[in-house]
């Protein structure tokens, strides 16, 4: 399994390359093939969730009118939706798919340095996907305890899902994690040992910084999860108490006593911060390399960008209780989980500021990617600033049970890393297909994307001021809310049909293009990072041909001065190229 | 959490300080002709890649049983918690494993050495003791079992099995990759330097893990 250079391949019988359809596209061990196996799989699920979605907001925008939505199913659909759009999907898709794809490509290597474990957690994650979907069909349905899983009630009568339920739910999570564990050793590994020579750490791609730390956060983080996952399946099957206090559920005593539901949360939480971080940081890295390729000039600061990202990644452990403010604790911890909240905020608008300094000034091609890509800053810097007010206890303990909380965290890891992901797609398409995609079907695309899920999220954070709770399946008791909250209800509930329904686009392009589109350029935005200088294009298994590349200067040489194009490749040699430039964005 | 949090803050702070140290007055701007210093990144090329693995899954390993034991203190504060009589095999069994451990060592010291004639027994007797540690924590839940102390008792009891049977778990894996290493030492197939290289890891491992079950050990012992 060990990495073997291609050049030294040929004595080596395992190592042969794939000949055969299913070596080539079913069990391949090429990290682009596993790749595109992890974001297909990815954004299968994620049309699953997407249509979770569109029945949530059908019963909240009409109440009564549909018949087979019931409080139960209800609550299996958010809990469904959430999981799967922060876990199976963004999760996957980031560091599974777009890790997958561009460590090896960015890096110069071959491959990761272990493709059969990299093929292995790619089966896993297959295997994970299928217990999820599963447990829609088993008798009780899937689990309705909500994407946190919150003990005693994600166990007790009452809650949807609570046979085979949350079991799938639970042993989906623990082979998940596995499968993520094997390919993040992967990642890791194949940064710190397989890059081509030259490429010092500190002239790797912010893409590749971004995915790494997020690597590392996620090797970390998970663990958390496990450790819940299991502790709560004990409780469940062993009927052990490490989480479930004494209750009374329908009137029986199902037998527990003593335990702590708080523990979970900690536990949990412990595992969900650094999750938002671990969905983040990849599309920090990747949309600064989208900002700096499309706006032909060097990412702004980029040494302070690399520290951000580090900086990000650290804090994201220390943050975790400002999910459970309102479950109580302490004032003095709740002060401190405040601050450190707040000073994540410091690195996140360093990070702001450079992506605005880097478009400053620049030749901006408001191509495809570029457009989502600036989407993303608009959309990350509106679910940011909702997030400075629900750091503070005192904020948030009117605002935590109300759509607020809904709006800031949809715009802040849902939206804008969904943006991303299609920026990168689009970016990356015609290295991955050999095939240019519609312009102007993608530039329809992004706008009613865009557009719309500010229809849909701006209003939300007006129903959370007005005290609109979440989770709700109907209002109920809220005689406080005007009448006019339905109908706001009611046209974020068109708006999200709209987005979804619009969605269509992209699929529509993507076959087009598959099908018919015309063949693309080997570099077809000029980029300087070395996917784009592969021998072959789309590259073949092996990458790059009979030599590996050489680098010779980082990733941003955009618009040099006193040289005739616009951008110098990373494997172009100071020789070729006019020595002494002095434009970095930290002087 | 403290536990938890301090351990994480090593991991960190390691991780932190060698990437300061890659990064610490670097021009990432200024272009350079390759020199050769910077082939293959800072670990020396591609023989180090397993034990750079390796060294991250441990990584992964410490957070999972750092925050079981995170856990364990928070649960432990509650007010239900009765401490458990933890039994007697269990220091049996530790030797069994602080044993097993020295053995992989040695035999990892005969192989670097190149003395080939000490890695079969070496292994065996390490597999025979591991083995042995694994059977004797099945029967000390056994005993356990006999004397009415199961899971359902109280948090410590279950702890207890958690901790033990996630430790367990570990080191089974371990015994698969010393499964490997040992076939191909007994049947005489695979190259010399490959097997040393497993050998080498394999025992990391195992200091590692006995390491873990110490911790562990003295945790249940002291609650």
């Known amino acids: 399994m060990s990495y073997v250079a291609y050049a030294d391949r040929d004595h080596e019988q395992e190592h042969h390359d794939p000949d055969t359809f299913i070596t080539k596209y079913i069990y391949s061990q090429d990290h682009k093939v596993i790749a595109i196996q992890y974001g297909i799989t990815a954004i299968f699920v994620g049309l699953i969730a997407l249509g979770l979605s569109a029945m949530m907001r059908l019963q909240l925008g009409f109440p009564d009118d549909f018949a087979f939505i019931n409080p139960e199913n209800y609550y299996q ?54 217990i999820l979907i599963i447990s829609f069909f088993v ?108 209750v009374s559920s329908m009137g029986t005593d199902p037998g527990y006593s003593g335990g702590s539901p708080i523990l979970f949360q900690h536990l949990f939480w412990f595992f969900g911060h650094p999750e938002v971080y671990i969905v983040a940081l990849p599309a920090f890295g990747i949309v600064s390399d989208l900002l700096s390729t499309h706006a032909r000039k060097n990412i702004f600061g980029y040494r302070m960008m690399v520290w951000a990202i580090i900086a990000i990644g650290g804090l994201s452990f220390i943050v975790w209780a400002h999910h459970m403010y309102v479950s109580g604790m302490n004032p003095y911890f709740g002060f401190f989980f405040a601050t450190t909240t707040l000073i994540i905020a410091v690195p996140t608008a360093i990070k702001v500021y450079n992506w605005v300094l880097t478009l400053w000034e620049g030749n901006i091609h408001l191509r495809v990617p570029m457009l989502f890509s600036i989407g993303f800053i608009f959309t990350f810097i509106h679910g940011g600033l909702t997030g400075l007010f629900l750091g503070n206890v005192t904020i948030d303990l ?122 693309s350029d080997p570099n077809p935005w000029d980029a300087t990072t070395l996917e784009w200088q592969t021998p072959d294009h789309p590259p073949k298994h092996g990458n790059w041909g009979h030599e590996l590349p050489e680098v010779h200067r980082w990733a941003y040489d955009y618009s040099v001065p006193g040289y005739e194009d616009d951008f110098i490749p990373q494997n172009v040699g100071t020789d070729k190229a006019p020595a002494g430039r002095d434009h970095g964005g930290e002087h | 959490m403290e536990i938890g949090l301090i351990t994480l803050a090593i991991i960190l702070a390691t991780l932190l300080g060698w990437l300061l140290k890659q990064s610490f007055n670097t021009q990432p701007w200024v272009a350079e002709q390759v020199s050769d210093t910077a082939h293959h990144g800072p670990f020396g090329g591609g023989s180090n890649t397993k034990l750079i693995a390796l060294t991250a899954f441990l990584a992964v390993v410490t957070s999972f049983f750092a925050l079981i034991m995170s856990a ?18 269990l ?4 030797l069994m494993l602080v044993v097993a451990s020295g053995v992989f060592q040695w035999t990892r010291n005969a192989a670097v050495k190149g003395q080939e004639g000490r890695l079969k027994p070496g292994l ?75 050998i080498e890891l394999c025992t990391i491992y195992w200091h590692f893990l006995l390491l873990v079950w110490l911790i562990l050990f003295g945790l249940l012992l002291s609650t």
């Open chain 1, 77 to 130: 659909f958010i809990t469904m939706h959430g999981m799967i759009m922060v876990i199976y999907l963004l999760t996957a898709l980031f560091l599974g798919g777009f890790g997958n794809y561009l460590i090896p490509l960015m890096c110069g290597s071959r491959d990761m340095v272990f493709p059969f474990m990299n093929m292995l957690s790619y089966w896993v994650y297959l295997l994970s996907v299928i």
């Open chain 1, 139 to 246: 008798p009780g349905g899937s689990t309705g305890a909500g994407w946190t899983l919150y003990p005693p009630q994600a166990i007790s009568e009452g809650t949807p899902g609570i046979d085979l339920g949350i079991l799938l739910m639970l042993a989906s999570l623990a082979i998940f994690i596995v499968a993520f564990t094997m390919g993040g050793l992967n990642y890791v590994t194949t940064v710190l040992q397989a890059r081509c020579k030259g490429m010092t750490l500190m002239r790797m791609p912010l893409s590749v910084w971004g995915i790494f730390i997020a690597t590392i956060l996620g090797l970390l983080a998970f663990p958390a999860l496990l450790v819940s996952a299991i502790m709560m399946l004990f409780d469940k099957t062993l009927m052990t108490s490490f989480f479930m206090p004494a």
């Open chain 1, 398 to 519: 009117p605002l935590s049970d109300t759509y607020f909380v809904v709006a800031h965290f949809h715009m802040v890891m849902g939206v804008s890393p969904v943006l991303v992901v299609f920026g990168a797609i689009y970016h990356w398409w015609p290295k991955i297909t050999g095939r240019m995609y519609n312009e102007t079907l993608g530039k329809w695309h992004f706008w009613m994307t865009f557009l719309g899920t500010y229809a849909i999220y701006l209003p939300m954070h007006y129903l959370g001021f007005a005290g609109v709770p979440r989770r709700y399946f109907a209002m109920g008791n809220t005689d406080f809310l005007p009448a006019s909250a339905q109908d706001l209800n009611a046209a974020i509930t068109v708006s999200a049909l709209f987005v979804a329904a619009t969605q269509i686009l992209f699929f529509i392009n993507m076959i087009w293009s598959l099908k018919s589109g015309p063949k």
């Open chain 2, 72 to 89: 364990y203190s928070l649960r432990m504060e509650l007010g239900d918690w009765v401490p458990m009589t933890e039994p007697q095999l």
């Open chain 2, 91 to 94: 220091w049996t069994n530790t």
């Open chain 2, 124 to 198: 065996l007797i390490t597999g025979v003791l591991t083995l042995g540690f694994v059977l004797g924590q099945f029967v000390a839940w056994q005993q356990l079992q006999n004397s009415g102390q199961f899971i359902t008792n109280n948090p410590s009891n279950a702890f207890f099995y958690f901790l033990t049977g996630a430790h367990a778990v570990h080191i089974l894996g371990g015994l698969y990759v010393w499964g490997r290493a040992t076939l191909k030492v007994v049947l005489g197939t695979g190259e010399a330097s490959a097997i040393r290289r497993s």
